[in-house]
């Protein structure tokens, strides 16, 4: 299992922003593809952010569109999460995870993903 790690995560406020990384140890992230997900209380995870091991192809959910932004530094062995203008809504904890998608995809889901970090909270605060 790859190891992957999340940071960034904390309190903000009303369009406020964060930046959310995941690192990985042990292997090269270049070779997949990573996906950002969350998860809100009592509510199923769903699909935030993707981009392929390129860097080429990224796909976002409506609910984050024009707001967030996913990149990738492969020299640096890590993928961000640019978060602005955030909402109440945004409040999860969000988690990145690797996968071995090879081409090109336009939709993303949990399953695909093997290798998940341990999240990072984000929380909304008045």
């Known amino acids: 299992q790859l190891h992957l790690v999340e940071s960034g995560g904390g309190l903000v406020q009303p369009g406020g922003s964060l930046r959310l990384s995941c690192a990985a140890s042990?292997?090269?992230?270049?070779?997949?593809?990573i996906g950002w997900f969350r998860q809100a209380p009592g509510k199923e995870r769903e699909g935030v952010s993707y981009i392929s091991s390129s860097g080429v192809h990224t796909i976002y959910a409506d609910s984050v569109k024009g707001r967030f932004t996913i990149s990738r530094d492969n020299a640096k062995n890590a993928v961000y999460l640019q978060m602005n203008s955030l909402k109440p809504e945004d409040t999860a904890v969000y988690y990145c995870?690797?996968?071995?998608?090879?081409?090109?995809?336009?939709?993303?889901?949990?399953?695909?993903?093997?290798?998940w970090g341990q999240g990072t909270q984000v929380t909304f605060s008045s």
């Open positions: 995870a690797a996968a071995s998608i090879v081409g090109y995809v336009d939709a993303f889901s949990s399953d695909d993903f093997s290798s």
């Open positions: 042990g292997f090269t992230l270049a070779n997949y593809a």
